[in-house]
Nanobody, 124 residues
Framework: QVQLVESGGGLVQAGGSLRLSCAAS????????MGWFRQAPGKEREFVAT????????YYSDSVKGRFTISRDNAKNTVYLQMNSLKPEDTAVYRC?????????????????WGQGTQVTVSS
């Protein structure tokens, strides 16, 4: 069983930064792709960023490219999402997830374990 616990969310003004963390249990963390998704009120869950197991490859949605950076520390079983130049439209619950794949994964169905999420609110 894999458990994922996010932290680091909060309230920030537009233009500010936050760093989300996702701590994973289970010895297979380092073997799989990890991702971040978000869901705003009244909207569908959307892909944000993903990183392969070796952190050799990353991929971002167009809406966050150039502002967000995903990274992972396999020794700490943790994946991070550094969010800079935040905008009000970034407001959402952010959830990390573990993929069944070892390559880039951007679709919800490619992920089998999910955290509960952390709220990010960006004020204008």
């Amino acid at each position: 069983q894999v458990q994922l616990v996010e932290s680091g969310g909060g309230l920030v003004q537009a233009g500010g930064s936050l760093r989300l963390s996702c701590a994973a249990s289970g010895r297979t963390f380092s073997s799989y792709t990890m991702g971040w998704f978000r869901q705003a009120p009244g909207k569908e869950r959307e892909f944000v960023a993903t990183v392969t197991w070796s952190a050799g490859y990353t991929y971002y949605s167009d809406s966050v490219k150039g502002r967000f950076t995903i990274s992972r520390d396999n020794a700490k079983n943790t994946v991070y999402l550094q969010m800079n130049s935040l905008k009000p439209e970034d407001t959402a619950v952010y959830r990390c997830a573990r993929s069944q794949r070892q390559t880039i994964a951007t679709r919800i169905y490619e992920y089998d374990y999910w955290g509960q999420g952390t709220q990010v609110t960006v004020s204008s």
